[in-house]
Nanobody
Framework: QLQLVESGGGLVQPGGSLRLSCAAS????????IGWFRQAPGKEREGVSC????????VYAVSVKGRFTISRDNAKNTVYLQMNSLKPEDTAVYYC???????????????WGQGTQVTVSS
């Protein structure tokens, strides 16, 4: 059965770090672009970052560029999002998703995980 499972979320103080993981089962991730998206309370879901199939190309939202790093380990069928210098406005549910396109347009993503909560608060 196809599954994307996010993990690594939690409560962190401003300025802190978290590493999110997106693990896949039932498919091989290296055939897909993987994207990270987030949805804050009362806001629309937005794209955070995506990584190409080989891992050689990445895209970041302006709001996270320089603070977040996306990476993938195809041997482990897992994609990561390292989040540093976290801010309260990064608080959201974070989702990973897969696409056959290299794009951060969420309309091009076909399958989504259930999400993991990230809360940045003192």
């Amino acid at each position: 059965q196809l599954q994307l499972v996010e993990s690594g979320g939690g409560l962190v103080q401003p300025g802190g770090s978290l590493r999110l993981s997106c693990a896949a089962s039932g498919l091989t991730l290296d055939y897909y672009t993987i994207g990270w998206f987030r949805q804050a309370p009362g806001k629309e879901r937005e794209g955070v970052s995506c990584i190409s199939r080989s891992g050689g190309f990445t895209v970041y939202a302006v709001s996270v560029k320089g603070r977040f790093t996306i990476s993938r380990d195809n041997a482990k069928n897992t994609v990561y999002l390292q989040m540093n210098s976290l801010k309260p406005e990064d608080t959201a549910v974070y989702y990973c998703a897969l696409s056959t396109y290299y794009s951060l347009d969420q309309r091009k993503y076909d399958y989504w995980g259930q999400g993991t909560q990230v809360t940045v608060s003192s």
